[in-house]
């Protein structure tokens, strides 16, 4: 069983996906608020690798729930998910102190071919903080397996694909 949210409400809706090949269209209409919408069957959490980029755990906290975000090369714009807004990796939470969009984990290779990861703020109210070290408007840090970042209340710990878990 797949779950399937709806654009309008929020409302999640469970269908059965083993009979659907990858790109095939659907539509689907929630019962909570009668909105028809499309999806197109694609790539599910468990097909995507965290392997290749390595991925950002959001820890637990008041707000939230354990999460795991796959990072992808290039940027990665990480901020509280609110409906509407268009963001990478969003993050469920109902952390008030977290922007929308906070910041940017930038996932590059260097000359040798070794996977470098630099995060900045991206004009968040309260900033982001690396292993307690606020970062400065416009300053681009290089980051390594096991950093600890802080974003509002919400902390989360970046895992390299050759790090330690």
Known sequence: MSKIICPKCDHAIDFD????????????ECEQCRKSFTIRIGETEDDISTEDFGHVVVIENTFCFKQI???????NMLGRYNKGTV???????????????????????????????????????????VMNRILGNRERLLIEDGAIITLGATTLILHTPNGEE
């Open 17 to 28: 996906s083993t009979g659907y090949k990858m790109g095939q269209s659907l539509v689907f």
């Open 69 to 75: 975000i796959p990072l992808c090369e290039g940027d």
């Open 87 to 129: 963001i990478s990796h969003p993050i469920e939470t109902s952390d008030p102190s977290m922007d929308r969009r906070h910041c940017i984990i930038n996932v590059k290779r260097d000359y040798s071919g070794e996977l470098k990861y630099t995060i900045r703020d991206n004009q968040s109210v309260t900033g982001t903080f």
